[in-house]
């Protein structure tokens, strides 16, 4: 079974086909990072201009390099909610479109679920239930996986999400947008030690919080221009990093402990990260369970996952009709019962 997915939540407008959810056959991506990086993050207006843009030669190529046509294509599934919403629909409306006049299903996926999906591209003998971080520019979450579309949350940020943090440090610093690569960069040739970070206290046993950290981050920098003085950016991207990667790290090892899950798994764009990586297999290697960490190329928003969680979608008749809408914020454990049913709102 081949489904077409398409993402375009942020800032990245993709397509791209998969066969029975875990065989990747062609991923396409435009991306308007660099033109972001102009203004130090996203603009959603120039997100959703460049979407419309690039939509058609993105599925376009999708198909091509997956060597089908859209008669070869059992179900076209689109990211929902949630995301950028202007950014959102514009993909989700091109799906509706393709859909009816392909006459093929359409599937709406939660962008999230989505990123937990990219899993089983990697791991193709993966299955539920597990344990998983989400991490990404716009959310962190703890997430028990008890099959393929249900959900349970854990914890999650009470504030910033650990990309969103990424990114606003490394504004601060004058590096640049996306954040988290390039923070992590200059890391490696700096001393975590070399700045005390505080580490934020929140209520909920496995709930995070990275707004303190951020401005801990900023204060130190202006405090330091006032006097006169330097900051090694090196030193300070290692010190945050070192420090948030411990608290996520902490975090999903507790829930782990705590609910014995033996299978831990990473998704999102922060799962990227050398250092989260090697903190997480050092906890997990204590606990004598496996780590599952999506591919590199998985990690970002890409169209792959919203397809291969679209599988699961329609193997569980979670499909939509035209009068389907686009949300800013859902919880990644909503019921598609609500959705068919036209309940849902928005919310976290």
């Known amino acids: 079974m081949y489904i077409l997915g398409i993402e375009s939540s942020c800032d990245d407008t993709a397509a791209a086909v998969v066969r029975d959810g875990r065989e990747l056959a062609s991923s396409c991506i435009a991306t308007s990072a660099d033109e972001q990086n102009l203004y130090g993050g996203v603009v959603p207006e120039i997100a959703s201009r460049r979407h419309i843009e690039h939509i058609s030669g993105v599925c376009g190529r999708a198909l091509r390099e997956a060597g089908i046509g859209m008669q070869d294509i059992d179900a076209v599934a689109a990211t929902f909610a949630p995301g950028l919403i202007g950014a959102v629909l514009v993909g989700l409306n091109f799906a509706k479109g393709l859909a009816y006049a392909a006459q093929k299903p359409l599937v709406p996926v939660h962008h999230l679920r989505g990123h937990i999906a990219a899993l089983y591209l990697t791991y193709p003998q993966l299955k539920p239930p597990f344990l998983c971080l989400v991490a990404s520019g716009g959310h962190s979450h703890i997430v028990m996986v008890r099959d393929y579309v249900r959900f349970e949350v854990l914890g999650r940020t009470v504030d910033d999400a650990a990309g969103e943090a990424f990114d606003k440090v490394a504004r601060t610093l004058g590096l640049g947008y996306p954040g988290g690569p390039l923070v992590s960069r200059e890391a490696q040739k700096g001393d975590p030690a070399a700045y005390r970070l505080p580490t934020p206290k929140v209520e909920g046993r496995y709930n995070v919080s990275f707004s303190g950290l951020k401005t801990a981050v ?10 006169g003085e330097a900051v090694s950016t090196p030193d300070m991207c290692a010190s945050f990093e070192h420090k948030i990667t411990d608290i996520l790290a902490e975090k999903l090892l507790l829930a ?18 050398t250092k989260l990586r090697e903190t997480l297999q050092a906890g997990a290697d204590k606990l004598s369970a496996q780590l599952y960490l ?41 019921e598609p019962a609500a959705l068919r049913d036209g309940a849902l709102r928005d919310k976290e």
Request: aromatic letters at 4%; one cysteine or more; a neutral charge.
């Open 218 to 227: 900023l204060n130190v920098v202006n405090q330091a221009k006032m006097k």
């Open 256 to 273: 782990a402990r705590d609910h014995g899950a033996k299978k831990i798994c990473v998704a999102g764009g922060v799962a990227a990260n």
């Open 294 to 334: 999506p591919l590199p190329a998985l990690c970002g928003d890409n169209a792959a996952m919203i397809a291969a969680q679209g599988y699961y979608e329609l193997q569980n008749g979670n499909t939509a009709g035209l009068d389907l809408n686009g949300l800013p914020t859902l919880g990644i454990d909503y």
